[in-house]
């Protein structure tokens, strides 16, 4: 591989893999739908208002802020906790379920399309680069991105069929592939381990975890970010590492969620929640490391179970 087409997919990929935390949070363990849960989605999203939140087909790149939330309480909701946490964790947690609406929910995602702006830093730029992506995926084995803005007059793909993974690079005008290259093994292990824990589902892992019995919720703290009132949970993760997520007094949307290790603090800001399958999903996402700005993504538009052909996955021949 040259040089520089290396550093072209590395940067690629740790804007990607950045977006790929910013929707799967810290769950890495989730649990299968009931029967009774599976329902049809595939409805775009809508900005977010008042829950319980309804599908509809607007268009989804339209942004507008949430409004203000006062759910009353759903004990039902509270009932289907099976995490440890405090009394106070557990009043916090039972309004932040409800505004994102409860549990009883379409989870059953066989494919899924992205379409985002992101911006980050790169190997070979001190300024953070823009990028136009388009991610597709079916299942847990099949991937393709399709990234615009890191070479001019070119795009940049990047694909997995289920057995191997490559990058392409395909002239925007004629869609020719001008240098086509397999992903290293390391990249590619990454990958799949974050598509099968991860991106089959766009759900809030922090609501997922509430239902398991290897997670605690703990309340913290009540303080102040970005003006607003929020309530410090601190989450923690079945391997003993914890998470905090600072969760919006007025709104009960989670507005940031902090990890702190010996070498770095992770910052990840939610923002822009919107309707999508019946749930309040952020399409604003930004992630500070030691509070320096990580990545950032805007989504455009996500559709879930559109009907994704296998023959989107296959690697392109040059022509």
Not at 35 to 42: D, H, I, T
Not at 150 to 177: E, F, N
Request: aromatic share 8%; with cysteine.
């Amino acid at each position: 591989m040259m040089p520089k087409t290396f550093l072209l997919f590395s940067a690629v990929f740790l804007v990607f893999s950045f977006m790929l935390s910013g929707f799967s949070g810290c769950s890495k363990n989730t649990q299968t739908p009931t029967a009774a849960e599976k329902k049809p989605s595939g409805q775009p999203a809508q900005p977010a208002k008042t829950p319980p939140p309804a599908s509809s087909t607007s268009s989804t790149k339209t942004t507008q802020p949430s409004q203000t939330i006062a759910p009353s309480p759903d004990k039902s909701i509270a009932s289907e906790f099976l995490a440890q946490m405090d009394e106070k964790a557990r009043v916090v947690m039972t309004a932040a379920a409800q505004a994102y609406g409860g549990f009883t929910h379409p989870l059953d995602v066989r494919d899924l399309v992205i379409k985002a702006k992101t911006s980050g830093p790169t190997p070979f730029s001190a300024q953070p680069i823009t990028l136009e992506m388009a991610i597709y995926l079916k299942g847990t084995d099949k991937l393709k991105t399709v990234t615009t803005g890191l070479i001019p007059g070119q795009q940049m793909v990047m694909g997995y069929d289920g057995k191997s993974g490559w990058m392409q690079l395909v002239t925007i005008a004629d869609k020719k592939v001008t240098r086509t290259q397999d992903l290293p093994a390391q990249q590619l292990q990454e990958l799949r381990t974050q598509m099968v824990q991860n991106v089959t589902r766009v759900n809030n892992p922090f609501f997922e975890a509430l239902r398991l019995p290897t997670y605690a919720f703990k309340f913290v703290e009540t303080s102040t970010l970005e003006k607003k009132s929020v309530d410090v949970i601190e989450v923690t993760l079945p391997d003993g590492k914890a998470t905090k997520i600072f969760i919006d007094q007025s709104t009960h949307d989670v507005l940031k969620s902090e990890q702190v290790t010996s070498k770095e603090k992770t910052e990840t800001l939610f923002g822009d929640y919107r309707v999508l399958s019946e749930r309040r999903i952020p399409f604003a996402v930004k992630t500070l490391v030691n509070g320096k700005p990580a990545a950032e993504m805007q989504v455009e538009d996500i559709q879930i179970n559109s009907g994704l052909e296998d023959a989107l996955f296959a690697k392109q021949e040059s022509k």
